[in-house]
């Protein structure tokens, strides 16, 4: 059983594949494969999210997780001759650099007379199911996600009861865990469960309005689980029920579906816009977008709700999703830097980076991908804080600076009587000014017709 994003034992249909076909003699041994190509993206806190996770899933299996470090194409290759293995068991990865990987590792336990056997995927309906009539994936999320209600999925399933779990194989010690300030949520397959049941008994009622008060911390924080698998969405489908507020959460995991999808059937748009009008749009690169882009990242705008958003993906490599849409809007519209670079600081900073919800994130809120709402809307971070954080307790809570102003200067504290707070810095850009040259830029890559002759408005380039 070759583990990668399914760190579980409990519903787990490709572990139950591989215990069926050891048998009830047989011995199934337990891998895990340390790819430095998919760690390179990831920071510190995915790293030892990742790490933690495995050692629960080691001390679940009694110790008898073998871990490898290297390439796949031969370590994993190389487990499997050491047990005598006929088959290797996976659930199946859609995303581009994984599903290459597996064929390359099929053919070599071809080679050498074992099947790769691919059971189960991430996701509650495997990315590439959905389609329409005409066969054809879908582009847009609403009727995608009807469609996708209308397929179902399966129950989730127990643990698979009495694997003997092969031992004495060769295995690397897990390394050192990297040096993370952050505080991350407990990590592996119990963690997870207690932290389903607890969303479960104090926020699932309320979800449907809870989940967009970021103050109120109301959403599940499942995130870094679903993306290392320590939960199947299933498991959290299957006891949903048709209140209002489930309705909401299945909605939100369908969205987790709908962007595995699209990245399934356009890999390209893991590395540029998908709609390729959006890629002659003119960006803002050089010193002054650095600059910009420095004090984006370390939350120091001076636009309160922004710089919340980002102070808190410090502190807890996580942010609540408003604040995601807010603060990549406010990256690509109101300081002009592409998508990409913000969709990069993400998957280093995030435990839950998963490369099709955060480029797919990304380019919903830049306009560039599946969303039919048109480039210019912009999100407002004055506004959008004042009705999300209307008494400011999620600002004040990220930037301590801003404690003692009134809520009613919260989101505008260059307004606050008695002048702007002493150690918070003035917005760096005029949101108005900003939102006018976001839209020029878009009109001129429009008229341009998406041909790469996109030329904004003539404003000089910093
Ligand atoms: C710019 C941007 C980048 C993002 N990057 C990521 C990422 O790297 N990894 C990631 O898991 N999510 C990403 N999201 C989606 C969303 O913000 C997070 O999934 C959510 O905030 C996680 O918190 P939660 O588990 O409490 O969510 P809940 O509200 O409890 O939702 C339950 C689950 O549904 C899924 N989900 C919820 N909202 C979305 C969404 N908009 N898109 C896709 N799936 C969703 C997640 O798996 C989530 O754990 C991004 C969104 C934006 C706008």
């Not at 010690?173 to 505080?183: G, R």
């Not at 407990?186 to 469960?193: F, I, N, P, Q, R």
């Not at 989940?211 to 939960?231: E, F, K, M, Y």
Request: aromatic share 8%; glycine share 10%.
């Amino acid at each position: 059983m070759w583990f990668r994003r399914d760190l579980r034992l409990s519903d787990n249909p490709a572990l139950l594949s591989a215990a069926a076909s050891a048998g009830r003699d047989g011995v199934v041994a337990a891998a895990y494969c340390l790819d430095d190509r998919l760690l390179h993206p990831a920071g510190p806190a995915r790293r030892a999210f990742l790490l933690r996770s495995l050692r629960a899933l080691d001390e679940s299996i009694g110790g008898r997780l073998v871990v490898r470090r290297g390439d796949p194409e031969s370590q994993v290759v190389q487990v499997a001759s050491d047990v005598g293995a006929r088959s290797v068991h996976v659930s199946a990865d859609f995303g581009p650099y994984g599903a290459a990987r597996d064929e390359r590792v099929e053919r070599a336990l071809a080679d050498r007379g074992m099947e790769l056997v691919r059971t189960g995927s991430p996701y509650a309906v495997a990315p590439g199911t959905v389609r329409t009539a005409a066969g054809a994936p879908y582009k847009v999320f609403g009727p995608f996600a009807r469609a996708w209600r209308a397929l179902g999925w399966d129950r989730p399933q127990r643990a698979p009861q009495r694997v003997r779990w092969a031992e004495g194989l060769d295995g690397d010690a897990l390394p050192a865990e990297p040096t993370c300030s952050a505080a991350l949520p407990g990590a592996g397959e119990e963690a997870a469960k207690r932290a389903a049941r607890r969303f479960w008994d104090t926020h699932l009622d309320q979800y449907a309005t809870g989940r967009n008060d970021p103050g109120a911390d109301a959403t599940s924080r499942l995130s870094p689980h679903l993306r290392w698998g320590t939960i199947h969405p299933r498991q959290l489908l299957g006891g949903l029920g048709r209140s209002k507020s489930a309705d909401a959460f299945r909605t939100e995991l369908c969205w987790r579906e709908f962007y595995a999808d699209v990245l399934h059937h356009r890999p390209d748009s893991a590395r540029q816009s998908l709609q390729p009008a959006m890629r002659s749009m003119q960006v803002d690169s050089g010193r002054l977008a650095d600059e910009r882009f420095a004090a984006w990242a370390a939350g120091r705008t001076g636009y309160p709700f922004v710089d919340a958003g980002m102070r808190q993906l410090l502190a807890e490599a996580w942010m609540h999703n408003r604040l995601r849409m807010v603060v990549a809007s406010f990256l690509v519209k109101d300081l002009h830097v592409d998508w990409t670079r913000g969709a990069a600081h993400f998957m280093h900073h995030l435990v839950d980076g998963d490369l099709a919800s955060n480029q797919h994130g990304w380019q919903w809120t830049a306009g560039t991908g599946t969303d039919p709402a048109p480039y210019v809307r912009v999100f407002n971070p004055v506004t959008q804080g004042q009705r999300f954080d209307p008494d400011g307790t999620y600002v004040r809570r990220w930037v301590p600076e801003l404690r003692a102003v009134p809520p009613r200067h919260i989101h505008r504290p260059w307004e606050a009587p008695g002048g702007p707070p002493v150690g918070y810095p003035p917005p760096i850009v005029d949101h108005a000014s900003e939102r006018a040259e976001a839209l020029a830029r878009y009109e001129a890559s429009s008229r341009a017709g998406g041909s790469g002759a996109g030329r904004g408005t003539g404003r000089r380039s910093p």
